[in-house]
């Protein structure tokens, strides 16, 4: 669903910059944010398609707008996508997807570790008809998700671990592990690489993919280069390959949705108040 975009948020200060992949982006979580007032980023992202947790839902450009506020180790993220050609339920120049998060830097005084908590909560306009089956007619769902990242060499790599458990429509598990090598290049330029792969428990792997059994489910390999034009001004390039482990899962992804593997990309813009 998004990329909620988990974006490392005290690993994404350490970084300097801020990327995700995922599925998660929350945007400027460390403790660090001072009481002077609340942190906002508008961003908009065009992209080749839409890849969710291995799953590729559009394989044609989408838009993906999304606003963030943070203060005081909160952040709250709206992020949403429009298909502005047919995805794999028909919908076609519209609003497919619309998540709302709230996450929570811990303030634990641990120096090599940054601990995350928070809920996404996922909305899909569009997709109110079709079959039944979450992975088929998207019904609305939340996700609590627990992150923790080591921050010991953090100059040279991040790794993290993200938990996310469903509590609505799937009442299953999935867990992300993230090694991302982050580089400043200079003051207004950095580059990061990175490397993740997802695990998924039965009944979810069962109502997103309709094979059940844990097991490992998707991988990424991908990149991304920022750049800051003018003071809170940002561009970024990112490019990403996408696959599913084989078995049944990877099978039934090429019915379900349009693709079992998809090397996609984007340009992003943002702005910080």
Request: negative net charge; glycine residues 12%.
């Amino acid at each position: 669903m998004k990329k909620l975009m988990v974006v490392g948020m005290a690993a994404v200060f350490a970084a300097g910059f801020v990327s995700a992949q995922d599925d998660v982006v929350m945007v400027g979580q460390a403790p660090s944010v001072s009481g002077n007032g609340p942190v906002a980023t508008a961003e908009l992202a065009l992209v080749s398609a839409d890849v969710w947790r291995g799953m590729v839902r559009n394989e044609d450009f989408v838009l993906q707008p999304q606003l963030s506020v943070a203060q005081y180790g909160v952040s709250f993220n709206i992020w949403a996508n429009w298909d502005i050609s047919k995805n794999y339920l028909g919908v076609d120049n519209d609003l497919s997807e619309l998540d709302l998060s709230l996450a929570y830097t811990l303030p634990v005084d641990l120096n090599d570790f940054s601990f995350d908590v928070g809920v996404i909560s996922y909305q899909f306009p569009a997709n109110g008809t079709g079959a039944n089956g979450l992975g088929v007619n998207r019904n609305s769902t939340t996700e609590l998700f627990a992150s923790a990242y080591l921050l010991t060499i953090k100059d040279y790599v991040i790794p993290s671990v993200t938990l996310f458990g469903d509590v609505k429509e799937v009442d299953g598990l999935y867990a992300q592990f993230d090694v991302v090598a982050p580089y400043q290049i200079s003051e207004y330029l950095a580059v990061e690489a990175g490397v993740s792969t997802g695990w998924g428990s039965g009944s979810y792997n069962k109502a997103y993919f309709g094979a059940g059994g844990k097991g490992f489910v998707d991988y990424n390999f991908y990149s991304t280069v920022s750049y800051e034009f003018l003071d809170g001004l940002t561009g970024s390039l990112n490019l990403t390959y996408t696959g599913l482990y084989g078995g049944a899962r990877k099978d039934n992804a090429k019915i379900r949705y349009e693709s079992g593997e998809q090397f996609w990309g984007g340009v992003n813009i943002a702005y910080d108040f």
